[in-house]
């Protein structure tokens, strides 16, 4: 379908950007990449009146590290970051992870930060940065400020994130040695929105797990960390009873809903399936 | 009430294009309507099924989820273009000779997708072939034709690369 009519403004500076949020408040969506806004746009999901483009803003994109972070600029393309030397180094995870978003047309498009704004819990970068302990960038007229990943997804859709605030970054603690990290998901077709996936990091020595972290995918109304499985894995030697007692753990750590084709049970199978697969790829 | 309208130029199949459009007007149906670059086609309008796939700045998009006004700036290509250009004629040939297509719908697409492949990686399996046009959809050949024909691209380029 087509878009009810809206009013289009390219912001040039984030200043600028900023105060048409203030003064448009509610009415106004924020354009980045568009690859989910405009399909909803299409649908008529969402009629806003104003749509303000922020991908001419300079220095809103690309992908940089300091003393302690790997910072992705919030407009940087799912496809600059699936083929960037700097992520492959300092968080593979997130290169592991690109592949699975859409397909090569949309990740072309679509943005990181449009992602994490958008909160979908279905998505990649979300329970990826929730994973890697990641932090957001948020901007408003009166300042910045800076919001765990563990704390900025609240609820479905729901984030910490203002009408009149941008998501400008997203920061990556960097770790003297990346852990390994896994990504894994099932989807119907490739590029669909996952039925379930998992973001697995953490270190291997003499055969026993340390500093595991576990993202799921669409296991829940937002991102979510497996506390529980992790605690469970944490120093172990990843053996059957181990595995078992991390499978066992999602239960209290995982709420999912059930979708047209998978019921609330065979997520959770299927997310203790991934679990297993996961971990003994980590551990190959 | 009046729509809002926005005046855009940009680049299309290397003419550069002054018009003003409404913002909602989608990419697909400017290229379509506005201009009469009609190869280019539209299918689902929700970015599923790849049948609006155009290049912007060198890169493959889908012309459903992009707005005419983004463009503004922009060099457009559509499978006009890069026919017109003959960038696509082993391509084109080998869909032809391997029957890679039937009713021709999501062929420009289809075309516009595979071309980013035989650029970016020339050394794809035909595993990476599926993958990378996964999302554009086929609803005659069951695609098997389709991956021949660009396999038997990706090899007489390289082939051809060899020969250089």
């Given at each position: 379908m087509k878009p009810s009519p809206f009013d289009y403004v390219r912001a040039t500076n984030l200043t600028e950007a900023l105060a048409l949020l203030e003064r448009h408040g509610e009415q106004a969506q924020i354009l980045a990449g568009g690859q989910t806004l405009i399909a909803t746009l299409n649908m008529r999901l969402s009629a806003p009146d104003w749509l303000i483009d922020i991908t001419r803003i300079p220095g809103l994109s690309g992908i940089t590290l300091t003393e302690t972070h790997l910072v992705i600029g919030a407009l940087t393309t799912h496809r600059e970051i699936e083929r960037s030397a700097l992520v492959a180094q300092y968080a593979p995870l997130l290169g592991q992870a690109a592949p699975h978003i859409a397909h090569a047309a949309i990740r072309n498009s679509g943005t990181i930060g449009g992602s994490i704004a958008f909160a979908d819990p279905a998505a990649e970068w979300p329970a990826c940065c929730v994973a890697l302990d990641a932090r957001f960038v948020i901007q408003a007229l009166s300042g910045e400020r800076r919001v765990s990943a563990r704390t900025f997804f609240r609820g479905l859709y729901d984030t910490?994130?203002?009408?009149?605030?941008?998501?400008?970054a997203i920061e990556i603690p960097r770790e003297r040695a990346p852990r390994r990290s896994v990504f894994m998901e099932l989807a119907r077709?490739?590029?669909?929105?996952?039925?379930v996936g998992v973001a697995l990091l953490g270190r291997v020595d003499q055969g026993r797990l340390s500093d595991v972290a576990i993202g799921y995918v669409g296991a829940g109304a937002t991102p979510l960390l497996a506390q529980g499985a992790m605690a469970a894995l944490?120093?172990?030697?990843?053996d059957a009873d181990v595995l078992a007692r991390a499978k066992a753990a999602l239960a209290q750590d995982l709420d999912p809903s059930g979708d047209l084709y998978n019921s609330p049970a065979t997520k959770r199978h299927l997310a203790a399936v991934l679990l297993e697969r996961a971990v003994k790829q980590l551990l190959a | 009430m009046t729509l809002p309208e926005a005046e855009i130029t940009l680049t299309v199949n290397g003419r550069s294009v002054r018009r003003r459009v409404e913002p909602r007007q989608h990419l697909i149906d400017f290229l379509r309507e506005g201009l009469d670059l009609t190869g280019s086609h539209v299918g689902c309008e929700h970015g599923v099924c790849g049948a609006c796939t155009v290049r912007v700045d060198g890169r493959i998009v889908r012309g459903c989820l992009m707005l005419a006004v983004q463009a503004a700036g922009c060099s457009v290509e559509t499978i006009e273009g890069v026919s017109e250009s003959g960038e696509l004629a082993d391509l084109q040939s080998a869909f032809h000779q391997r029957n890679a297509l039937q009713c021709g719908y999501c062929t420009p697409g289809m075309l516009l997708c595979a071309a980013e492949l035989l650029e970016t990686t020339p050394n794809a399996t035909r595993a990476q072939i599926r993958e990378h046009i996964s999302g554009n959809y086929c609803r005659c050949t069951g695609y098997q034709a389709i991956v021949d024909a660009i396999e038997t691209t990706l090899t007489a380029r390289r082939a051809g690369r060899t020969a250089d």
């Open positions: 910490d994130r203002a009408a009149h605030e941008i998501i400008t077709r490739h590029g669909d929105y996952a039925i944490e120093g172990q030697a990843a | -």
